[in-house]
């Protein structure tokens, strides 16, 4: 965790944006899923069927990004506003 905390403290900026697209990418992918489980999975183009969790470890690993995201955004603020 220290390596995490000497990254953000580095780099405040960056960890944000990382941290955004971490949050970003889990939250299509539970959208695409939610609406694969709908019926809408034809909206959904073939060649990216395979990205879209269907079981629980593809939850899981969509909820671990949109976690992940959301802590590194925490940090990344916190450390943002001690530097002002």
């Given amino acids: 965790m220290n390596w995490l905390r000497s990254f953000v403290n580095r780099s405040?900026?960056?960890?944000?944006?990382?941290?955004?697209?971490?949050?970003?990418?889990?939250?299509?992918?539970?959208?695409?899923?939610?609406?694969?489980?709908?019926?809408a999975a034809n909206a959904v183009p073939a060649f990216l069927a395979w990205l879209v969790p269907q079981g629980p470890a593809g939850f899981i690993v969509a909820a671990l990004l949109v976690l992940a995201g959301m802590t590194l955004i925490l940090l990344a603020e916190k450390a943002g506003k001690g530097r002002r």
């Fill in 12 to 39: 405040p900026r960056q960890a944000l944006v990382a941290g955004k697209i971490l949050f970003l990418a889990g939250s299509i992918l539970v959208l695409a899923a939610v609406f694969a489980r709908a019926g």
